[in-house]
């Protein structure tokens, strides 16, 4: 009898969870013997939802996406509430936190990514110890812990302080405008919150924006109800203590002596990779793990990372100086999710003899998208060029840009395009219009000559089916589901936006597209019932 190949995953997320799933067939044939090690007492969720759950807008069995029950009896040995500490390559096993020892013959990264905690007063973990020290408390700790009303909103535990907070109308604070900052500020502001949010910056989102988009989503949060605070440099948090000398959080004190008072503080600082148990491993690290093509590690070709702590870079054939390798981890959940998908399959391949899968293609560059209620921003690409700008490229095809704006009511467009097709893109306001030319970016596309065509699709009288409806178009992007397919389960009854997403898995990712699912399900009952009633009067 063939003796399993042994693979050990570390880290039980959406990822992780994805990787198993698509091992399934090797398992009930005895070919695989899993293992995976969860540091959370919890099964794998998607932790794209977590801001969602904080305000009441997903429940936790809708954030569920393992089915531990189906794996157990498969034969996988799934282990949460326990870490790894530590892994000895040369004998192929690992050191868990509760002193067993797994051996395997294949190891997984799906450690994912922690919140970055800045280094400012009051957080004083963060501000006083070296790089080493921090890297060895990461190890011994899941996340740094923070003091009450301070939280970074990266698992369930933080998103129950969040709701309380939010379901006590307290005020939140949170500091960073990114995307996720953003995000979670309008919706806590939409369930009644008190919401300030505090950056640096002089507009919200502004790696993804320019100045005009960043000044139009400015006024859009205000009027959701969410105060913003620009050209603010945070240096200390303070906190007021109880009887028993407890820390609670109370304010942020600002550069130019501003206190920002507030009940309880959401850190959105941006996240990085978590690769300490990699580094101590000897294994190469840069902002994520090194990892090749095939998802292999450059330092040992027998482990492999896949998602937000993979940094997938083709492994050169002389040194470099890994701190400033090229590229990072995507940050996304579809490239992971189609990381793990490939690595199970290869894995499947190698135990059955077959050749080893075509590799992942490269993966195109993200469309950022904000996901608020009423609050519609799409980005992608560089948009810091100005229409009058002078093209730094001497050769090729010139750069051009297209702008529109009418602030008053809430709407920006900039195109930047190069031969006509779609290069950079900033929309604010215009959902049609973004969700043309996300379609248009994604396929590089050539953009109509007259660009005004595209602002049309949000004019009042635009009635005209839009390239987004075509069957083949992409409709969720983290589990690559096309319009024609939810049209095909629509007519097999899934008339549902969580009945597609339990049959295809669109919309169980990022959750962007499910207003798209739900449009797209509400033209098909609606030419379904005309069809109907064309057949009763024949």
Same mark, same amino acid.
């Given at each position: 009898?063939?003796?399993?190949?042994? @693979?050990?995953?570390?880290?039980?997320?959406?990822?992780?969870?994805?990787?198993?799933?698509?091992?399934?067939?090797?398992?009930?044939?005895?070919?695989?013997?899993?293992?995976?090690?969860?540091?959370?007492?919890?099964?794998?969720?998607?932790?794209?939802?977590?801001?969602?759950?904080?305000?009441?807008?997903?429940?936790?069995?809708?954030?569920?996406?393992?089915?531990? /029950?189906?794996?157990?009896?498969?034969?996988?040995?799934? $282990?949460?509430?326990?870490? @790894?500490?530590?892994?000895?390559? +040369?004998?192929?096993?690992?050191?868990?936190?509760?002193?067993?020892?797994?051996?395997?013959? +294949?190891?997984?990264?799906?450690?994912?990514?922690? *919140?970055?905690?800045?280094?400012?007063?009051?957080?004083?973990?963060? $501000?006083?110890?070296?790089? !080493?020290?921090?890297?060895?408390?990461?190890?011994?700790?899941?996340?740094?812990?923070?003091?009450?009303?301070?939280?970074?909103?990266?698992?369930?535990?933080?998103?129950?302080?969040?709701? !309380?907070? /939010?379901?006590?109308? $307290?005020?939140?604070?949170?500091?960073?405008?990114? /995307?996720?900052?953003?995000?979670?500020?309008?919706?806590?502001? !939409?369930?009644?919150?008190?919401?300030?949010?505090?950056?640096?910056?002089?507009?919200?989102?502004?790696?993804?924006?320019? !100045?005009?988009?960043?000044?139009?989503?400015?006024?859009?949060?205000?009027?959701?109800?969410?105060?913003?605070?620009?050209?603010?440099?945070?240096?200390? @948090?303070?906190?007021?203590?109880?009887?028993?000398?407890?820390?609670?959080?109370?304010?942020?004190?600002?550069?130019?002596?501003?206190?920002?008072?507030?009940?309880?503080?959401?850190?959105?600082?941006?996240?990085?990779?978590?690769?300490?148990?990699?580094?101590?491993?000897?294994?190469?690290?840069?902002?994520?793990?090194?990892?090749? +093509?095939?998802?292999?590690?450059?330092?040992?070709?027998?482990?492999?990372?896949?998602?937000?702590?993979?940094?997938?870079?083709?492994?050169?054939?002389?040194?470099?100086?890994?701190?400033?390798?090229?590229?990072?981890?995507?940050?996304?959940?579809?490239?992971?999710?189609?990381?793990?998908?490939?690595?199970?399959?290869?894995?499947?391949?190698?135990?059955?003899?077959?050749?080893?899968?075509?590799?992942?293609?490269?993966?195109?560059?993200?469309?950022?998208?904000?996901? *608020?209620? #009423?609050?519609?921003?799409?980005?992608?690409?560089?948009?810091?060029?100005?229409?009058?700008?002078?093209?730094?490229?001497?050769?090729?095809?010139?750069?051009?840009?297209?702008?529109?704006?009418?602030?008053?009511?809430?709407? %920006?467009?900039?195109?930047?395009?190069?031969?006509?097709?779609?290069?950079?893109?900033?929309?604010?306001?215009?959902?049609?219009?973004?969700?043309?030319?996300?379609?248009? %970016?994604?396929?590089?596309?050539?953009?109509?000559?007259?660009?005004?065509?595209?602002? $049309?699709?949000? #004019?009042?009288?635009?009635?005209?089916?839009?390239?987004?409806?075509?069957?083949?178009?992409?409709?969720?992007?983290?589990?690559?589901?096309?319009?024609?397919?939810?049209?095909?389960?629509?007519?097999?009854?899934?008339?549902?936006?969580?009945?597609?997403?339990?049959?295809?898995?669109? #919309?169980?990712?990022?959750?962007?597209?499910?207003?798209?699912?739900?449009?797209?399900?509400?033209?098909?009952?609606?030419?379904?019932?005309?069809?109907?009633?064309?057949?009763?009067?024949?």
């Amino acid at each position: 009898m063939t003796t399993p190949l042994r @693979v050990l995953v570390v880290g039980f997320g959406p990822v992780a969870a994805r990787f198993a799933e698509d091992l399934l067939p090797a398992l009930e044939s005895g070919a695989i013997e899993l293992t995976i090690v969860g540091a959370e007492a919890s099964d794998a969720y998607n932790r794209v939802l977590v801001a969602e759950y904080a305000v009441g807008h997903a429940t936790l069995a809708g954030m569920e996406i393992a089915d531990t /029950v189906a794996l157990r009896g498969a034969g996988a040995s799934v $282990r949460t509430g326990v870490a @790894v500490r530590s892994i000895d390559r +040369r004998a192929r096993t690992a050191t868990l936190s509760d002193d067993s020892v797994e051996p395997w013959d +294949r190891l997984v990264f799906a450690t994912g990514a922690r *919140a970055l905690i800045p280094p400012l007063g009051g957080l004083e973990q963060s $501000r006083l110890m070296n790089d !080493r020290e921090r890297q060895a408390l990461l190890l011994r700790s899941n996340d740094q812990e923070l003091a009450d009303g301070v939280t970074a909103l990266r698992d369930l535990a933080d998103a129950d302080a969040v709701r !309380r907070a /939010v379901r006590d109308r $307290r005020r939140v604070i949170v500091l960073g405008a990114g /995307v996720l900052g953003l995000e979670i500020a309008l919706a806590a502001a !939409r369930e009644g919150a008190d919401v300030c949010v505090v950056h640096t910056g002089g507009f919200p989102m502004g790696r993804n924006l320019d !100045r005009g988009a960043g000044h139009v989503l400015t006024a859009a949060a205000r009027a959701a109800g969410v105060s913003l605070i620009a050209h603010s440099r945070i240096e200390d @948090v303070v906190y007021t203590h109880d009887e028993q000398g407890r820390a609670h959080f109370d304010a942020l004190l600002s550069s130019d002596g501003k206190m920002i008072h507030g009940d309880m503080l959401i850190l959105s600082c941006g996240v990085r990779a978590r690769t300490e148990l990699a580094r101590s491993a000897r294994l190469p690290v840069a902002s994520g793990i090194l990892v090749d +093509r095939d998802l292999s590690s450059w330092g040992d070709a027998d482990v492999f990372a896949i998602g937000d702590c993979a940094q997938v870079l083709a492994k050169p054939d002389e040194l470099i100086d890994l701190e400033n390798a090229p590229g990072a981890p995507s940050g996304l959940i579809g490239p992971g999710w189609r990381q793990a998908e490939w690595l199970a399959a290869r894995l499947r391949a190698e135990v059955a003899g077959l050749p080893t899968p075509e590799l992942l293609p490269i993966e195109s560059p993200s469309v950022v998208t904000l996901k *608020a209620e #009423g609050v519609d921003v799409v980005a992608a690409g560089d948009v810091s060029a100005e229409p009058w700008d002078d093209d730094p490229i001497t050769t090729g095809a010139p750069r051009r840009v297209a702008q529109w704006a009418d602030p008053e009511h809430g709407r %920006y467009v900039k195109l930047v395009t190069r031969d006509g097709v779609l290069e950079a893109m900033a929309c604010v306001g215009m959902p049609r219009t973004a969700a043309e030319l996300t379609l248009l %970016y994604q396929r590089r596309g050539e953009l109509p000559a007259d660009r005004s065509v595209l602002l $049309r699709h949000d #004019g009042p009288d635009h009635v005209a089916a839009a390239a987004s409806d075509d069957p083949a178009a992409t409709v969720c992007w983290c589990n690559g589901v096309s319009a024609g397919r939810i049209t095909e389960v629509a007519a097999e009854g899934h008339t549902t936006v969580e009945s597609v997403g339990a049959c295809t898995r669109a #919309g169980t990712g990022c959750g962007g597209c499910k207003s798209r699912i739900g449009e797209l399900l509400e033209a098909y009952l609606e030419s379904s019932a005309a069809a109907g009633a064309e057949e009763v009067a024949v």
